[in-house]
């Protein structure tokens, strides 16, 4: 039997792979220590590897096909074919930002600044292209952690750090002088796996219902029964992928509609439903919408 080899982020995303997997139908299971996980697929076979590594791996065809963030591929400048988008991570729906950020009492205004001085980042190599394609001569160190403390503790002039909302930023008492990249979760293949027609159909299969399980994740489904004679007052307001759905209910003047909308806008729809008659409103959570 044919099988595709699957990386599967270890460290922050792992958590959230699993279960993105899981909401798109495939059921990975693991234990400590273990970075072969089962999955309820025969045709894949599973493999743990860090997020920063998968790149590389992918690239010289230990895996077919993994997720990584779009920042350590740029990082390790792998040649790899990038097969979807997948905007996620353990916090939120949001892409990571790659900032520079100094001390709140800093001088540093504009990378300019930073003429000379050390940076302390984990993403080494992208910083030094950066600073270099600016014209700016800086040290670059690796950093093995705690980051931010370095800078507060004066052990480098400025950090290069990922963040998705910068409010540990500011609790630190650090400002950020410049978001550098925003970085996103990818689905990536081996070139020549992507050329073998039989992974190609597997890794668009998984591509497929991971965004599907990804795009319900901020929409539900509403369902209402609404009289005949204030049908048009009710689907004039409601918003949808495309024309709502109606069904006539059995010896009724009443009909039954369906839609699926934005999960933000239930708490203020639902109201100006049932001011214009909508009754027996029921709110439904998807797994996928493809």
Request: proline fraction near 4%; charged fraction near 25%.
């Amino acid at each position: 039997m044919k099988q595709l080899i699957l990386g599967i982020p270890k460290g922050s995303l792992q958590e959230a792979t699993i279960a993105l997997f899981r909401k798109s139908g495939w059921k990975i299971s693991l234990t400590n220590r273990n970075y072969f996980p089962e999955i309820n697929d025969p045709e894949i076979q599973c493999s743990i590897c860090r997020a920063q590594e998968m790149s590389r791996y992918v690239e010289n065809g230990t895996f077919d096909v993994g997720l990584t963030g779009k920042d350590w591929i740029m990082e390790n400048d792998s040649d790899v074919h990038v097969v979807a988008d997948l905007i996620y991570s353990k916090v939120s729906q949001r892409p990571a930002r790659w900032v520079l950020a100094v001390p709140y009492d800093s001088p540093v205004q504009d990378i300019q600044d930073l003429q000379g001085k050390k940076i302390a980042t984990e993403l080494v190599n992208f910083t030094r292209r950066y600073f270099a394609q600016a014209g700016v001569d800086v040290k670059v160190e690796f950093s093995w952690g705690a980051t931010e403390a370095k800078v507060i503790a004066g052990l480098c002039d400025a950090i290069v750090e990922v963040t998705e909302t910068g409010a540990t930023m500011r609790a630190n008492g650090l400002r950020i002088v410049k978001e550098l990249m925003q970085s996103n979760t990818q689905l990536i293949a081996n070139k020549q796996a992507w050329e073998d027609p039989w992974k190609r159909e597997k890794i668009e299969q998984i591509a497929l219902l991971l965004q599907a399980a990804l795009r319900a994740e901020d929409l539900v489904g509403l369902k209402m029964n609404v009289p005949k004679d204030k049908l048009n007052d009710v689907i004039e307001i409601l918003p949808s992928l495309t024309s709502p759905t109606t069904a006539h209910l059995y010896q009724s003047d009443w009909v039954s509609v369906e839609v699926v909308v934005s999960k933000h806008m239930v708490r203020e729809l639902v109201p100006q439903l049932i001011k214009r008659g909508a009754e027996g409103i029921i709110e439904y959570s998807l797994n996928k919408v493809i």
